[in-house]
């Protein structure tokens, strides 16, 4: 589960996870679940933080998807992991995502700052 901690666990909005997964891989480039899942939850300053029992299925759908791709490589420590890098496909639909995601962004801004 995409956790966020605050006071207490929260649950973070549906399709939030895909879109923070896809920009990581946008930004980063082809990274291992492991260290995708380290860079979120450094990035977040430890406000985000993925379990492998949500972060891998969910590498799974946006594969299924063709959003990203994946292959077995060698770390930096020696160890077979499975590597995931972003498509064609993937990008295009993060362009739409970050686009909604601004868009949502900004109308919850002006409801919580109280201009409802």
Known sequence: MLVAYMSQKA???????????????HVMGPMHGY??????????????????????????????KGWVRS????????RRA?????????RQHLTAERAG???MARAMSRLVAGRT
């Open 82 to 90: 499975r590597y995931y890098a972003l498509t064609r496909r993937g």
């Open 35 to 64: 260290g995708l899942a380290q860079r979120i939850q450094q990035v977040s300053e430890d406000v985000l933080q993925l379990n492998q029992g949500t972060l891998y299925p969910a590498l799974l759908r946006l594969e299924q």
């Open 71 to 78: 292959a077995w490589r060698v770390t930096a420590h020696k």
């Open 101 to 103: 995601w601004d868009r």
């Open 11 to 25: 649950e973070v909005l549906q399709g939030t996870l895909e879109l923070v997964v896809l920009n990581t891989l």
